[in-house]
């Protein structure tokens, strides 16, 4: 929590905690991880060309997934999970592609399907409903489908970033700690990897304006956010009736980051279990119904 002080967050551009002290170390880290990423990336290209991909399969690129594994939730991007929930409450068939590859642009999660490429889940989710006629939204409202885009931005935004904030730049070596690792100088990829990513975060932040408030500001915003959604939800078993949407898989892709994540505190799941009764057994129902084998995509 060094990085709240009298309740207002610091510009990561202001902060030189320890910056001399592991310069070092972190050159040396940098030097590391680089050698090991150029020659997963290259492995991951031999293996992309030399594979053979079945015509009208979806290959579905989420990370290295052999490589960082955690023993919480299948996928700790919130746009990987929402996308392969949707692709399972859809029953589509896919392929799981772990690699360190990234889409032309620069983005995973990914997708290859007949040789096209398709980047964003929410662009993929179009694509995908488009070509292969898939009607998991086929029963929404124009209304509908308009209130499910405000809450897809509205938690794309504010909510990723407030828990994106903590886990990463609050909580960061805590975080990196519980994923599982598979690589050399793991302690030292950790710690150098908590630095950078914990400063991105808060950097992003700054410039899209959430991160000039104070943390309690913050939440504050959030937690309007997250019971907005609760009540939007009601006592209905998915948002817009009876059966799920893609826009429920974008509301349990983040919430899953939240309420699963168990070694974290995260202060909106703390909202959530007092004042959103109805959010946990919506997940629950969800996961029930899209992942069935959820254990077996966690490390133990």
């Known amino acids: 929590d060094k990085l709240i002080r009298n309740n207002r967050i610091f510009d990561y551009s202001d902060l030189s905690i320890m910056r001399q002290a592991t310069i070092a170390i972190a050159c040396g880290g940098l030097i590391t991880i680089g050698w090991i990423i150029l020659r997963k990336r290259k492995r991951s290209k031999q293996r992309s060309t030399l594979t053979h991909f079945?015509?009208?399969?979806?290959?579905?690129?989420?990370?290295?997934?052999?490589?960082?594994?955690?023993?919480?939730?299948?996928?700790?991007s919130p746009f990987g999970l929402k996308l392969e929930t949707f692709l399972r409450i859809s029953k589509v068939e896919y392929q799981r592609m772990s690699a360190m590859e990234q889409s032309v642009?620069?983005?995973i999660p990914f997708i290859d399907f007949n040789g096209h490429e398709v980047a964003d889940s929410h662009?993929?989710?179009?694509?995908?409903?488009?070509?292969?006629?898939?009607e998991?939204?086929?029963c929404l409202t124009d209304?509908?489908?308009?209130?499910?885009?405000?809450?897809?931005?509205?938690?794309d935004n504010?909510?990723?970033?407030?828990?994106?904030?903590?886990?990463?730049?609050?909580?960061?070596?805590?975080?990196l700690s519980s994923l599982e690792f598979r690589i050399p100088f793991r302690s030292l990829v950790i710690f150098v990897?908590?630095?950078?990513?914990?400063?991105?975060?808060?950097?992003?932040a700054w410039e899209t304006g959430i991160g000039k408030h104070s943390w309690d500001e913050i939440c504050q915003l959030v937690n309007e956010e997250v019971q907005a959604v609760s009540d939007i939800l009601s006592d209905k078993l998915y948002l817009f009736?009876?059966?799920?949407?893609?826009?429920?898989?974008?509301?349990?892709?983040?919430?899953?980051?939240?309420?699963?994540?168990?070694?974290?505190?995260?202060?909106?799941?703390?909202?959530?279990?007092?004042?959103?009764?109805?959010?946990?057994?919506?997940?629950?129902?969800?996961k029930k119904l899209a992942w069935p084998d959820w254990n077996d995509f966690i490390s133990h």
Do not use: W
């Open 54 to 76: 079945e015509r009208d399969r979806i290959y579905l690129y989420s990370g290295p997934l052999e490589l960082i594994k955690n023993p919480y939730i299948p996928n700790i």
């Open 105 to 107: 642009k620069k983005q």
């Open 123 to 134: 662009f993929i989710i179009n694509y995908l409903t488009t070509s292969l006629d898939i």
């Open 136 to 138: 998991t939204d086929s």
């Open 143 to 155: 209304q509908d489908r308009a209130t499910g885009i405000a809450i897809q931005r509205m938690l």
């Open 158 to 175: 504010n909510l990723a970033l407030s828990y994106f904030m903590y886990r990463y730049s609050f909580k960061g070596m805590k975080f």
């Open 193 to 204: 990897i908590s630095k950078l990513i914990g400063r991105g975060i808060m950097s992003r």
């Open 241 to 286: 009736g009876d059966h799920p949407t893609s826009y429920d898989c974008a509301v349990f892709g983040h919430f899953a980051q939240i309420l699963y994540y168990d070694n974290i505190d995260f202060p909106q799941r703390e909202y959530i279990i007092k004042h959103c009764a109805n959010i946990p057994p919506y997940m629950e129902r969800i």
